[in-house]
């Protein structure tokens, strides 16, 4: 038994009995940028599918004041000027070539260009969080991860095989259906993939070197169970959890997967296997917005909270910092990096 047992988070769902927010962030960018782990690099490693304020770019120093440099979001929540984002999708055909798999939205949020939904979910017990701070960021997962492993990298990454419609049917993350490595058959209606990042904050560091010190996962038990944070990181911060829809209906033809029989979808960064899917967060809320929708124990709609429509949303862009093509016909993922296995 391990403490991350993805069996409990099904109590996060159904989303009606718990406050949270739900709501969609449309594509902004896919680039290959990554303003937290090599900041000012352009390109850097791996192409990443970045949502939320147009501020985001390349260097994002910490002290940046995002709401105040940032002029459009793509989320739901038009004071949401936080950037969050993962790296994206690819097809392997069995010649070798490589595209780009779309992301669909979410089934309940309909019209959004692509991107993902965000939740920012509060404790079970209906205590109260501290909502993050300007400047806060942080990194979910561990891209070079290829396995199975007690660590939260692997437990708090999941993956859904959608059937037909992508409706009701399909239930919640974290069900006894969800995997921790891509599914191994064609997905009739899409992958659905899902990332939990850490609920307990050392209440000091904005940042640490690795992006991640500074959180922790709550002891002997799960966020879900009300268990407690650890001394170390005494802080309880909303669940921030990541999820996307990619679009894999029309890669379903087994006859183009692998010879081997394997599943053809590889990460941006090489990863086959699905366990070194990770996330990244860069805070960027209004002045109290977020402490507010949290105090007001919203569920899903949150009327203190300003909102935009879907179209507005899906208006808000940048420009890519990076010309190079990462679509479809590729020999190589673009930054080369080698798929492994
Ligand atoms: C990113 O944006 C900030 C603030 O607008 C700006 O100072 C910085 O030069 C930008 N960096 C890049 C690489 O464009």
Known sequence: MNRFSLASLALAFPASVNAMLRFSCSQ???????PLVQPGSIPSGHVHQIVGGNAFN????????????????????????????????????????????????????????????IYYIQPYDGSSVTA?????????????????????????????????????ENGAPGTGQDTRHFPTRPCPGGIRTNLFFPTCWDGVNLDTPD?????????????????????????????????????????????????????????????TTGYGQHGDYVFGWEGDSLQRAMDDNCNVACPTLR????????????????DEEIDSGLSKLPGDNPIDP
């Not at 984002?85 to 069995?94: H, K, P, V």
């Not at 169970?225 to 894999?248: G, R, Y």
């Open 211 to 271: 992006h991640k010190s500074h959180v922790a996962y709550p002891v002997g038990g799960t966020f879900e169970m009300n268990a407690p944070c650890p001394d170390s990181h005494p802080v309880k911060i909303p669940q921030l959890f990541f999820e996307i829809v990619w679009d894999t209906r029309e890669f379903n033809d087994q006859s183009d997967w692998p010879e081997d029989g394997s599943q053809p979808f590889v990460f941006s960064f090489g990863d």
């Open 307 to 322: 909102s935009q429509d879907v179209n507005t949303a899906n208006q808000c862009t940048i420009p890519r910092s990076v």
């Open 58 to 117: 390349a260097t994002m120093d910490p002290s940046l004041d995002l709401p105040q440099e940032s002029t459009c979001t793509t989320c739901t929540f038009s004071e949401d000027h936080s950037n969050y984002w993962t790296a994206n999708l690819y097809y392997r055909s069995r010649d070798g070539s490589l595209t780009r798999v779309p992301q669909m939205a979410n089934q309940f949020l309909e019209g959004a260009n692509g991107g993902m939904t």
């Open 132 to 168: 993050f701070a300007p400047g806060f960021r942080m990194l979910v997962g561990n891209p070079m991860l290829r396995e199975e492993s007690d660590s939260p990298d692997s437990q708090m990454s999941s993956f859904r095989c959608f059937e037909e419609n992508f409706g009701g």
């Open 28 to 34: 902004l960018v896919l680039d290959r940028l990554d």
